[in-house]
């Protein structure tokens, strides 16, 4: 039974953040990196889904979710007028919405190559 349930967005794909930057292994590739307005990122790496989530004006400290590739046990993708691409982990379900202008597909198709390699 899933531990935890997380509803993420992401949003314009673009350059890593520095915050996660700084938490990469020696070796550790990114893949693909998203923000979400000024507060969310999110890194996909050759490792794990790195999501960085800060919560609010006044309280700035980031929430740091790491997601090692070796824990995804399932994926799932459904297209529509939101794309949403669910992943299930030894620890939990995430749910990750895109934004309209955002390519989910692509995402998709890297994560699933990537959980194949670090599996």
């Given amino acids: ?6 509803n993420w967005s992401f949003g314009d794909s673009g350059t890593i953040n520095g915050e996660i930057k700084s938490l990469l292994a020696a070796g550790e ?37 790491c997601i090692p590739l070796t824990s995804v046990t399932m994926t799932c993708i459904q297209a529509g007028i939101k794309d949403e691409i669910k992943i ?13 202008n955002t390519d989910a597909r692509s995402f998709y198709n890297q994560l699933s190559r ?3 390699r670090a599996q």
Avoid at 45 to 64: E, F, H, M, Q
Avoid at 93 to 100: D, E, P, S
Wanted: glycine share 6%; proline share 2%; hydrophobic share 35%.
């Fill in 88 to 100: 299930k982990t030894l620890g939990g379900i995430i749910n990750i919405t895109f934004t309209k």
């Fill in 114 to 116: 990537a959980v194949i």
């Fill in 29 to 65: 590739k990114e893949l693909r990196s998203y923000h979400q307005l000024a507060k969310n990122h999110a890194t996909l790496t050759d490792k794990r889904l790195i999501y960085l989530s800060t919560r609010g004006l006044i309280d700035n400290r980031p929430d740091i979710y």
């Fill in 1 to 6: 039974m899933a531990d935890y349930e997380l």
